[in-house]
Structure formats: C-alpha cells, structure tokens
C-alpha cells in the first residue's frame, strides 16, 4: 500500500510558476523507490488526463504535449517526494493536480496507476 498526498496548489496569474509537491508513504511491500509516479490533472466537466510522468530511478521522464517545455516532474526517493515543477503557466492548465503511483514504466492511463492522492487545486488567472 502507497498513501500519497499533494500540496503546494494554489491560485496564480498567467505566466506564474507554481511547484506541486507529492510526499509518499509505504504502508507494506515494494518501496516507494520502486514505483514510477505520475502527475494526472482534472479540470471540470473534462476527464482526468495525464500531465507527467517519472521512472522508480528518475532516469525516464515523459510529458503531455500540452506542457512540454513548460512543466518539469523530479523526484527524490530518499525523501519519498515527487515535484512538479510549472512554469509559464496559462488558464487552461486550471484543474485539480493529483498524483499517482505505479508499477512498470510507460503508463499514462489513470486506470493503470495503483495507488492516488487526494489532488490539489491549481487555479490560473488570466
């Protein structure tokens, strides 16, 4: 079991940068150093889709078309911490953040992540 929980959300201009933090708890099994995580985000009235993602070792990184060159996902197994760096953030990109754990590499659909936080709101002014 991953207990996963989100913070550093919050309201900012366009153009803004925010960093999303996700701190991790393995209750049992496979450390969290094992799992690959991901970044997924819900805007309302739309489905939950995929934002970023990183390897258990933080070698492999992929991204959304829509925030490539804008977003940075990192991770720091020692702490249990995966990051989310935005940057040059716009109003589409307002939704709730949340993140998620997984087992292999390559995933980017929300049924197959194992394990989810609560999410975090992420608001974008014009």
């Known amino acids: 079991q991953v207990q996963l929980v989100e913070s550093g959300g919050g309201l900012v201009q366009a153009g803004g940068s925010l960093r999303l933090s996700c701190a991790a708890s393995?209750?049992?099994?496979?450390?969290?150093?094992?799992?690959?995580m991901g970044w997924f985000r819900q805007a309302p009235g739309k489905e939950r889709e995929f934002v970023a993602a990183i390897a258990w070792g933080g070698g492999l990184t992929d991204y959304a078309d829509s925030v490539k060159g804008r977003f940075t996902i990192s991770r720091e197994n020692a702490k249990n911490l995966v990051h989310l760096q935005m940057n040059s953030l716009k109003p589409e990109d307002t939704a709730v953040y949340s993140c998620?754990?997984?087992?292999?590499?390559?995933?980017?659909?929300?049924?197959?992540?194992?394990?989810w936080g609560q999410g975090t709101q992420v608001t974008v002014s014009s």
């Open positions: 998620a754990a997984t087992t292999g590499w390559d995933k980017k659909r929300v049924y197959e992540y194992d394990y």
């Open positions: 393995a209750t049992s099994g496979r450390r969290f150093s094992r799992y690959s």
